[in-house]
């Protein structure tokens, strides 16, 4: 069993940043791959990004390769998105997600956060 808990969401500019943390506790943090998934009013949730165990590999959604950045610190049992350019477009309530698997489709994965939300208007 592992809990998360997302923070750091907002209110942002178009252009402006914000940053992410998601905090896992339960089971051993390091060995649960991560994800970040968002979900717009009227619209499914779709993926934005994952980062591997130890690190060693990402992907990213398409909308925000470039512009955002996902990382992990495993001695904090934390891991980030870091969102850079803002559009409005990427208003939504921001997800993370664990699982013992790296995939990057929201139904595969096992654990979820309760969300954070992000707008970003101006």
């Known amino acids: 069993q592992v809990q998360l808990v997302e923070s750091g969401g907002g209110l942002v500019q178009p252009g402006g940043s914000l940053r992410l943390s998601c905090l896992a506790s339960g089971r051993t943090f390091s060995s649960y791959h991560m994800g970040w998934f968002r979900q717009a009013p009227g619209k499914e949730r779709e993926f934005v990004a994952a980062?591997?165990?130890?690190?060693?590999?990402?992907i990213y959604a398409d909308s925000v390769k470039g512009r955002f950045s996902i990382s992990r610190d495993n001695a904090k049992n934390t891991v980030y998105l870091q969102m850079n350019s803002l559009k409005p477009e990427d208003t939504a309530v921001y997800y993370c997600?664990?699982?013992?698997?790296?995939?990057?489709?929201?139904?595969?994965?096992?654990?979820w956060g309760q969300g954070t939300q992000v707008t970003v208007s101006s």
């Open positions: 980062i591997r165990w130890n690190s060693t590999n990402t």
């Open positions: 997600a664990a699982d013992r698997f790296f995939v990057i489709g929201a139904r595969e994965y096992e654990y």
